[in-house]
T-cell receptor
Framework: EAGVAQSPRYKIIEKRQSVAFWCNPI?????LYWYQQILGQGPKLLIQ????????DSQLPKDRFSAERLKGVDSTLKIQPAKLEDSAVYLC??????????FGPGTRLTVL | GNSVTQMEGPVTLSEEAFLTINCTYT??????LFWYVQYPGEGLQLLLK?????DKGSNKGFEATYRKETTSFHLEKGSVQVSDSAVYFC???????????????FGKGTHLIIQP
């Protein structure tokens, strides 16, 4: 069974530029999550989708971050404009059962 | 809100030593508890989980018991190997109103270094 796929794996941009990350969850997984992991910290939930509806986006900085999950499968996370403090690893996870999430390899973003 | 506190690292041990990484949590309901591991250069992997009080999760020689009375989920291993060197994250999630799991709340992670 293929795991959660993410791309790109690395991205370097300058502040005020925009960037987008893509996630393809495990086939059949209805729930998809985006997390932000700043160096030296645990991941923090940004947004959770159930199929193509948003369940929780309370920690998403909506003035600059947006996310969508069209057709309930793939998802994209966008940052526009990026700030220095957005430098982090962005993790996508998916789940079938209520209590086990499977993580992708992450996208490492560096904002200069 | 929910929170997870785990011991600060790095934790440095010799091979074959006994390992304990402490984890305590605060939750509003009845969470499921997890240990995830991140090996160098790799993504987060589920190590073990427990979904209710007194459950013991185990995998690859690691164990953790869900202790509701002390709100703890300490990770233990009897004899560590160099290959266990990684960052370990304690986490919790609760069942959401829609039936799916809420997002995970993670601790800050504990960097474990095993010396030969």
């Amino acid at each position: 069974e293929a795991g959660v796929a993410q791309s790109p794996r690395y991205k370097i941009i300058e502040k005020r530029q925009s960037v987008a990350f893509w996630c393809n969850p495990i086939s059949g997984h209805a729930t998809l999550y985006w997390y932000q992991q700043i160096l030296g910290q645990g991941p923090k939930l940004l947004i959770q989708f159930q199929n193509n509806g948003v369940v929780d986006d309370s920690q998403l900085p909506k003035d600059r971050f947006s996310a969508e999950r069209l057709k309930g499968v793939d998802s994209t996370l966008k940052i526009q404009p990026a700030k220095l403090e957005d430098s982090a690893v962005y993790l996508c996870a998916s789940s079938l059962f209520p209590d086990t999430q499977y993580f992708g390899p992450g996208t490492r973003l560096t904002v200069l | 809100g929910n929170s997870v506190t785990q011991m600060e690292g790095p934790v440095t041990l010799s091979e074959e030593a006994f390992l304990t990484i402490n984890c305590t949590y605060t939750a509003t309901g009845y969470p499921s508890l997890f240990w995830y591991v991140q090996y160098p250069g790799e993504g987060l992997q589920l190590l073990l989980k427990a979904t209710k009080a007194d459950d013991k999760g185990s995998n690859k020689g690691f164990e953790a018991t869900y202790r509701k009375e002390t709100t703890s989920f300490h990770l233990e291993k009897g004899s560590v190997q160099v290959s266990d060197s990684a960052v370990y994250f304690c986490a919790l999630s609760e069942l959401g109103s829609g039936g799916g799991a809420d997002g995970l709340t993670f601790g800050k992670g504990t960097h474990l270094i095993i010396q030969p």
